[in-house]
């Protein structure tokens, strides 16, 4: 069972940039997608991005496209990490990596949380304006 820790979240202003990571162990994690989702209070939990096995393919949501990016190095732990930059007030949530059960799939929107074996707890960031 891959077990799954977020880190890097804090509270930034507006305009700024933060890295999130995600750490895995207890498992084989090397050979599946990995996403990262945010739920802010009060709404449901967000698909933000996701990013093959091996780092070729990535996938953003369209509310952080050109601001945001994922990347994957395997060889080291944490091996995935969200580039945020020019946070807005309306990224505030609890962003939590996610370990899908497949290698890839064709992702939208709003993708099954289903298809994602495991979570971690989450890195809360914060936004201010």
């Known amino acids: 069972q891959v077990q799954l820790v977020e880190s890097g979240g804090g509270l930034v202003q507006a305009g700024d940039s933060l890295r999130l990571s995600c750490a895995a162990s207890g498992g084989t994690f090397s050979v599946n997608s990995m996403g990262w989702f945010r739920q802010a209070p009060g709404k449901e939990r967000e698909f933000v991005a996701a990013i093959n096995w091996n780092g070729g393919r990535t996938y953003y949501a369209d509310s952080v496209k050109g601001r945001f990016t994922i990347s994957r190095d395997n060889a080291k732990n944490p091996p995935v990490f969200l580039q945020m930059n020019s946070l807005k007030p309306e990224d505030t949530a609890v962003y939590y990596c996610?370990?899908?059960?497949?290698?890839?799939?064709?992702?939208?929107?709003?993708?099954?949380?289903?298809?994602?074996?495991?979570w971690g707890q989450g890195t809360q960031v914060t936004v201010s304006s």
């Open positions: 996610a370990l899908d059960r497949r290698a890839w799939r064709d992702y939208n929107d709003n993708p099954d949380t289903t298809d994602f074996g495991a």
